[in-house]
């Protein structure tokens, strides 16, 4: 007996998919299954990350809908996957935002935004809140510099410590035994396989969407959305090296590399998002878990809030505008940070760990055949 309804029918599943093999081409998931003969708690939850959700299985299987079997894959593994975020939440108590993601974000995103905005207001005058400020040191006329490094910096820490904290819980639950523990060439193949979205790919033909026709637009999209945030992640990283070893303050030229970084980052987190979404919203409902859909939906959002009110407040800096765009960008970085751990950020950790540890098993199989 499993724990949830879903992991017992995800078994269900896996054992009929372990006696056909039909789609062991498609994706990890299959030769990943193909290595066990029962399935525990942990087995399934890591299967389930290491899902890409491409909808090739349920296009190939001779055992989907309307057969009896009812074989949905996708859909199934969606739902497990989902509840796998909430099972390792770190602290539990805070697991249900998982089921209320979209409303808590929402309820968090407005609250800091408004909090930041109030403080703004209580802190300056409105002259220097609505004011024209040029030069380094801009920013910090309406906050100091070290109070907005030491909030933020608590903020990223705590959802460090949270997610760090979450995929301890989910590496012990999925089963690593002696002799299985990770190493550089299966962290090295697990970065690459992430980078390339190797998965997301359907075995080669594309992502089947709102129909049976496989494209690109959905690994496409993906590739915007998670370079955009990693060249934001690292404007940020260069600005604080700007401000702690070349004593240069904020904000830079629009040459300067932080600005150049933040730019690329900031126009992946607009085209990547958007695409994203529209996918999403064209998808054929038998492949998807429609309670995620808030889940998604907001965690997307939030990004490319992020991006568009960077953007905005770059381009408006130099106006009586750049107040309230700071403000109104730095409440919506602020959400993001805190909400981190308890929403669809997870997935993309969860998955790189499920992909370390089918490199390391496939890494071991291969040993096992040579010897």
Not at 242 to 247: G, K, T
Request: aromatic letters at 12%; charged letters at 15%.
């Amino acid at each position: 007996m499993h724990g949830t309804r879903i992991l017992q029918e995800a078994d269900r599943l896996m054992t009929v998919c372990n006696s056909c093999r039909y789609c062991e081409g498609l994706c990890a998931v299959f030769p990943a299954m193909e290595m066990r003969r029962a399935f525990s708690d942990g087995d399934l939850n890591y299967l389930a990350n290491l899902c890409h959700s491409c909808g090739a299985c349920y296009t190939d299987c001779q055992f989907s809908p309307p057969h009896e079997f009812n074989v949905n894959v996708p859909k199934t593994l969606a739902v497990a996957r989902a509840e796998s975020y909430a099972a390792y939440a770190w602290p539990r108590a805070f697991a249900g935002a998982f089921a209320r993601n979209g409303l808590v974000i929402s309820l968090i995103a407005a609250l800091s935004v408004a909090a930041f905005i109030f403080g703004f207001a209580a802190i300056n005058d409105r002259g220097v809140l609505y004011g024209i400020h040029t030069g380094p040191g801009a920013f910090y006329k309406l906050m100091p510099h070290n109070a907005m490094a030491l909030l933020f910096g608590a903020a990223l820490l705590y959802a460090i410590l949270a997610l760090v904290m979450g995929v301890r819980a989910f590496w012990r639950a999925i089963g690593e035994p002696i002799g299985m523990k990770t190493d550089p060439k299966s962290l090295l193949q697990a970065m690459r396989d992430a980078g390339e979205l190797r998965y997301l790919d359907g075995g080669g033909v594309g992502c089947f969407n709102e129909d049976d026709r496989p494209t690109d637009r959905r690994k496409l999209y993906h590739h915007f959305t998670f370079y955009g945030f990693a060249l934001c992640f690292a404007a940020t990283c260069v600005g604080t090296l700007y401000h702690y070893l070349l004593a240069r303050e904020a904000p830079y030229a629009w040459w300067d590399l932080p600005v150049v970084l933040g730019t690329l980052g900031g126009i992946g987190l607009v085209v990547g998002p958007i695409g994203l979404l529209s996918e999403k919203w064209k998808r054929d409902r038998v492949l998807v878990d429609e309670k995620q859909m808030g889940m998604d939906t907001a965690f997307i959002l939030m990004l490319f809030l992020t991006s568009i009110t960077g953007l905005a407040l770059l381009l408006w800096r130099e106006t009586a505008a750049m107040g309230p765009l700071l403000a109104l960008h730095l409440g919506v970085v602020f959400a993001l940070f805190i909400t981190m751990p308890y929403g669809k950020f997870v997935h993309g950790i969860y998955r790189f760990v499920a992909l370390v540890r089918y490199a390391r098993e496939r890494q071991m199989m291969m040993q096992g055949k040579a010897e």
